[in-house]
């Protein structure tokens, strides 16, 4: 079935960039998301990219997609404290919500 | 404001007391389902719903029931809670079954004791 991993904790420092990783094993998934989750809150949809580009950017947020590696990256730019929180990795075959596979999430911890 | 609302947001209870998470949307959104998170394992999927009285399993379904009688209440049920179901449930909404879309609720809290 389909896989998505990512590793569990990345520390930076304030001003620094931030690479999340992520892979996954479905090659036949058109849609890659990632979400945010703020500490008590919900899940908040960052980006997408699909699977027929390679890169996307929005303001200090860039998503590269490795379709070979089948690996996906955020990169946040210039980290602030307030972009402390769990960065989810996620796939879906179709754009469908009910196909939508998570990762187990990484924990970002930005230091002053 | 557009919104999905999950009640409580915390509960402990013990093995084998039936309870109910609520969930409800002011979207009228036709898609809804229900997540739990757990450390290391990131969401996965209860049950979900694609319109009223439609509903169906997801990755986890056993020990937990939904029903889906109005477009904007999607409630969580367990008839009997164990230990194992203690976690973060998550509830989401979209339009119809599109993943790029969802609004997450806040997360109730579960431990069963």
């Known amino acids: 079935g389909e896989d998505v991993e990512q590793s569990l904790f990345l520390s930076v420092r304030e001003g620094d960039s931030s690479v999340i990783n992520c892979t996954y094993t479905?090659?036949?998934?058109?849609?890659l998301y990632w979400y945010k989750q703020e500490p008590g809150a919900g899940l908040q949809l960052l980006t997408y990219?699909?699977?027929?580009?390679d890169m996307k950017q929005d303001q200090r947020l860039t998503v590269l997609l490795n379709k070979k590696d089948k690996h996906l990256s955020l990169r946040i730019a210039d980290t602030q404290t307030g972009d402390s929180a769990i960065y989810f990795c996620?796939?879906?075959?179709?754009?469908?919500?009910?196909?939508?596979?998570f990762g187990s999430g990484t924990q970002l911890t930005v230091l002053p | 404001e557009a919104q999905v609302t999950q009640n409580p947001r915390y509960l402990i209870t013990v093995t084998g007391k039936k309870l109910t998470v609520t969930c409800s949307q002011n979207?009228?959104?036709?898609?809804m389902s229900w997540y739990r998170q757990d450390p290391g394992l990131g969401l996965r999927q209860i049950y979900y719903?694609?319109?009223?009285?439609?509903?169906d399993k997801g990755d986890v379904p056993e020990g937990y029931k939904v029903s889906r009688k109005e477009k904007r209440n999607f409630p969580l049920i367990l008839e009997s809670p164990s230990p194992n179901q203690t976690s973060l449930y998550f509830c989401?909404?979209?339009?119809?079954?599109?993943?790029?879309?969802?609004?997450f609720g806040p997360g109730t809290r579960l431990t069963v004791t």
């Open positions: 989401a909404s979209s339009l119809r079954d599109s993943s790029y879309e969802q609004y």
């Open positions: 479905d090659s036949s998934s058109t849609y």
């Open positions: 990219i699909f699977s027929n580009m």
């Open positions: 996620a796939e879906s075959m179709r754009g469908s919500a009910r196909q939508l596979t």
């Open positions: 979207m009228n959104h036709e898609y």
């Open positions: 719903s694609m319109n009223v009285e439609v509903t």
